[in-house]
């Protein structure tokens, strides 16, 4: 028997110091009733209890063997030990299962922890008929054959937790990964450390300490609080529909977001701004102190409400904010914008949930405006569609999915099409065809659009280089350009290059620009069209009239066509005061010495109309739908 002074005590010592100021904490702080708080709550308590126990064996030992003490209580502190130190194991393999998902835990996952458990039990319970654990012989605590296989069971334990933590270590935080990495990985340095030290007492030291890293960087409440508005954050928010949704329990998640947020912050400034986000942020929490409210970052705001009248929470939301508050001594009306989505109606998962919140604010703020939308199923197809999308056009790169149709223009004062505009298509045998008022914002979005822009121009001069074209007196072609790709520094150099690449004359193309309001860097637009210009490439400002229409672009910057929109002309037809607009904006554009296409002609009468009127060049279905390249050359032979 080892003598009792011979032990070192002052790692169990330090752990039930720390354990008791993790417990203070935890009860003072921690009002959070998610799964793996409570398997965390539970690990700290056995713990606690095995720390307690070590202690008490340790001084017992010799009273039982002097007989001071009964063997009975010996071997009930001893089993207690045992079995509170072991399942501390099986606990965290099931605090790592909750931090992975939050669910209702799997069918072979609570075989494991209860084989586990039941395993603990037999073997350590019947430990005084079998002696496979440890005995008393004559008093003298003696270890048995099967300590070796509680420490391989733990050993296996901890490893599947760490299997599992790197297997899915992209579905959890840094924080999380390393506070089960070290709580693993130190105890298992502690324990080998121990068996060469038998007078060391460090494991439920490094058992604490590993828990402490845990409270701290996960448990911590204050990850789960919102500094700026006191309130459960967006962290909380997803945690706590994680739980609903692991106990198939429904909910309603409800989001509110001011409007003009932006616009809010850039006039009053990042104070006033928190000032009335926690202005928001009362008002919210005094109207639903029944309901869970969360801050959910910016000016949004999300409730969960169980089993309720969701529209008239709507309602009640409304009339909080009927009223104007004053920002930086201005009185303004705050403008909610509200949705709602219900679980298991509509979305399946926290993930879904979290992405079809953004979706909605994204794609969809504009039917928030006047009523509250409801985030259904048909949203969630939308998002879907822009994925495959997404997808297709990267796809599309890769493979050479693009092709390139060609729309003829007719020149009023020859007669002929001398020129035509390049349109990009792309076909799916799925989706079918997909419209590039569709998929040229997602692979502006996506970050594809430089790429495709390449690609589209590049197809055109191979089209040029092949002289099917120039045959029939093709003097140039239109190719669009996206705002993304105008804002790129080497956008000249590179256009440039592949037009050299190909041996064509620069004159060969007409670029077109959509007039926007996203034209943010004017100067490096200016740059690269003059360096254009320089070498021939001439400009054409697209769909003029349809969007943030200001004569400054034409002022501006170095056009020498413009090209008015088809919903203008079509309007121009059908109604006399859009006609004189019509009319007076072509007069205004030929004073500045411009050309004018128009876009969208139809009919003999509407060629006609605007040939009157000064238009220079006339597009549209009249004369010929976008085609293939084969069907051009089939067109203009005609």
């Known amino acids: 028997m080892v003598n009792k002074m011979q032990w070192v005590t002052h790692y169990d010592i330090a752990a ?80 790592v299962i909750s931090l992975l998902n939050g669910r209702e835990t799997k069918k072979l996952e609570k075989i494991w922890f209860y084989g586990i458990v039941i395993f603990y039990t037999l073997i350590i319970s019947t430990t005084g008929i079998t002696k496979g654990v ?37 579905r959890l935080i840094k924080s999380q990964r390393v506070a089960v990495y070290s709580f693993t990985c130190f105890i298992f340095a502690c324990v080998v450390i121990q068996m060469y030290f038998d007078n060391l007492l460090l494991t439920n030291y490094a058992s604490t300490v590993s828990m402490l890293l845990m409270f701290m960087s996960i448990q911590n409440p204050e990850i789960y609080t919102d500094s700026l508005t006191g309130m459960s954050n967006g962290k909380s928010f997803y945690s706590t529909t994680d739980i609903a949704i692991g106990n198939r329990k429904e909910f309603t998640a409800i989001i509110v977001e001011i409007d003009g947020f932006k616009y809010i912050k850039e006039t009053f400034g990042t ?115 822009q994925l495959a999308i997404s997808h297709l056009i990267s796809q599309a790169i890769i493979n050479d999915g693009f092709t390139v149709h060609y729309q003829p223009i007719r020149n009023v004062k020859t007669g002929k099409f001398s020129s035509a505009e390049a349109l990009v298509r792309l076909i799916d045998s799925d989706l079918g065809f997909i419209s590039p008022e569709e998929f040229i914002p997602i692979a502006e979005k996506n970050g594809k659009i430089l790429k495709l822009g390449e690609i589209v121009f590049e197809k055109v001069c191979q089209f040029l280089a092949s002289g099917r074209a120039e045959k029939y007196g093709i003097e140039y072609i239109e190719v669009n350009l996206s705002v993304v790709q105008c804002m790129q520094e080497n956008l000249a150099e590179k256009l440039i290059s592949i037009v050299d690449k190909y041996h064509l004359p620069y004159s060969a193309f007409n670029l077109e620009i959509t007039e926007t309001a996203d034209f943010v860097n004017n100067e490096m637009l200016i740059e690269n069209m003059n360096k254009l210009l320089s070498k021939g490439i001439q400009f054409s400002m697209d769909d003029y009239g349809t969007g943030f229409s200001t004569s400054d672009y034409l002022i501006e910057l170095p056009f020498k066509m413009v090209k008015i929109g088809k919903s203008i002309v079509w309007a121009a037809m059908s109604d ?13 554009i030929k004073s500045l010495e411009l050309e004018i296409v128009a876009e969208g002609v139809e009919t003999k009468e509407m060629a006609d109309t605007l040939i009157n009127i000064g238009c220079d060049f006339l597009q549209g279905f009249y004369y010929s739908r976008p085609v293939s390249e084969d069907a051009y050359i089939e067109f203009l032979k005609k």
């Not at 708080?37 to 002097?66: G, R």
């Not at 009362?282 to 705001?301: P, Q």
């Open 134 to 170: 440890f005995y008393f012989e004559n008093g003298v605590y003696t270890r048995g054959p099967l300590v070796a296989l509680l420490y391989f069971m733990a050993y296996l334990t901890f490893t599947i937790c760490l299997i599992i933590t790197v297997k899915n270590r992209y």
């Open 16 to 95: 039930i110091i720390l354990e008791i100021v993790i417990f203070g904490y935890t009860y003072k702080l921690n009002n959070r009733k998610d799964r793996s708080s409570i398997f965390f709550i539970q690990m700290l308590v056995f713990n606690f209890v095995a720390t307690i126990f070590d202690l008490i064996t340790v001084y017992t030992y010799e009273p039982i063997e002097q007989g001071i003490i009964p063997v009975w209580a010996g071997y009930l502190f001893s089993m207690g030990y045992y079995f509170s130190v072991n399942i501390i194991s099986a606990l965290l393999y099931m605090y």
């Open 271 to 385: 104070e006033n701004v928190e000032s009335l986000v926690i202005h928001v942020a009362r008002k919210l929490s005094e109207r639903f102190n029944t309901k869970r409210v969360f801050f959910l970052g910016g000016i949004r705001f999300g409730i969960i409400t169980y089993n309720d009248d969701v529209i008239s929470i709507t309602e009640e939301i409304k009339d909080e904010f009927a009223e104007s508050v004053s920002v930086a001594e201005i009185n303004m009306t705050m403008i909610p914008l509200i949705c709602y989505v219900k679980y298991p109606d509509d979305v399946l998962s926290s993930k879904e949930l979290s992405s079809m919140i953004d979706y909605a604010f994204t794609e969809n703020r504009d039917l928030m405006n006047d009523d509250v939308l409801c985030i259904g199923r048909d949203i969630l197809m939308k998002q879907q569609r």
């Open 576 to 588: 006399e005061k859009a006609f004189k607009i019509l009319k007076y904006t072509v007069a205004m």
